[in-house]
């Protein structure tokens, strides 16, 4: 579903990401685990094409097509879909219009019900201010459950959310497994540990890979092997 090899993206002088290799398979929760500057958020913009982080070098395909080039919208229309760490908002839109922009069958009501927002409260509310960060979140991950992408690439999706159990986290990422893959880009070892596969990014590189279970031992070890031979220390 997602080949990444050799990505290189420097941003204000500094190496953010350096030769990353990656692939996402179809159907599989791929978990990126990584602490806090580790380059993760930009690794997600730049698979999704955001203004300002295009890669210097290196290739991203994206269902056997090559997308290192193409615009973020044309990415999206291809069936990719980014939920933000921090949700946009979209002044002058109610929830439910912000839905349906390009959903396919979904309900949205539905969609709200899953992220534990009852639509009856929702629906027609507008998509501003009023509205807290966590409440935002959801309805950005319902946004995503909407579109039922072909790769979900979640970036944080805990972050904001004081009042979303780990249980529903974990049922809106199996609903969007079912439609196709996902992306988890996370720093919490608990939510990394149901995913068919893991990486772990330190230092704008990969580091380790594999089953969820060796990766997360490695990343609660706090310390990792560069392959430049260094020894970096996650804090």
């Known amino acids: 579903m997602l080949q990444v090899s050799g990505l290189t993206l420097t941003l204000?002088?500094?190496?953010?990401?350096?030769?990353?290799?990656?692939a996402v398979d179809a159907g599989e929760l791929h978990a990126l685990l990584g602490a806090n500057g580790a380059g993760k958020s930009s690794l997600a913009y730049s698979l999704m094409g955001c203004a300002g982080y295009r890669p210097e070098a290196g290739q991203i395909r994206f269902a056997?097509?090559?997308?290192a080039a193409m615009p973020m919208h044309e990415r999206a229309r291809r069936g990719m879909a980014l939920a933000w760490q921090e949700p946009a908002r979209f002044e002058g839109l109610s929830v439910r219009d912000y839905l349906a922009i390009g959903a396919r069958e979904a309900d949205p009501a539905d969609c709200l019900a899953q992220v534990g927002l009852a639509p009856d409260d929702y629906l027609f509310r507008p998509l501003d201010k009023t509205l807290s960060g966590g409440e935002r979140k959801r309805i950005e991950l319902a946004g995503v459950l909407a579109l039922q992408p072909q790769l979900a690439i979640l970036d944080e999706p805990t972050a904001g959310i004081d009042f979303l159990s780990q249980d529903e986290i974990a049922g809106v990422i199996r609903a969007l497994k079912r439609r196709g893959?996902?992306?988890?880009?996370t720093h919490q070892e608990q939510l990394a540990a149901g995913a068919d596969r893991a990486s772990q990014l330190c230092g704008g590189r990969i580091v380790c890979r594999g089953d969820?279970?060796?990766?997360?031992?490695?990343?609660?070890?706090?310390?990792?092997?560069?392959?430049?031979?260094?020894?970096?220390?996650?804090?």
């Open 12 to 22: 204000g002088g500094h190496r953010i990401l350096d030769g990353i290799d990656l």
């Open 64 to 67: 056997e097509a090559d997308i």
């Open 181 to 185: 893959a996902v992306l988890l880009i």
């Open 212 to 235: 969820a279970a060796t990766v997360i031992e490695n990343f609660k070890a706090r310390r990792c092997r560069r392959c430049d031979g260094e020894t970096c220390d996650h804090g």
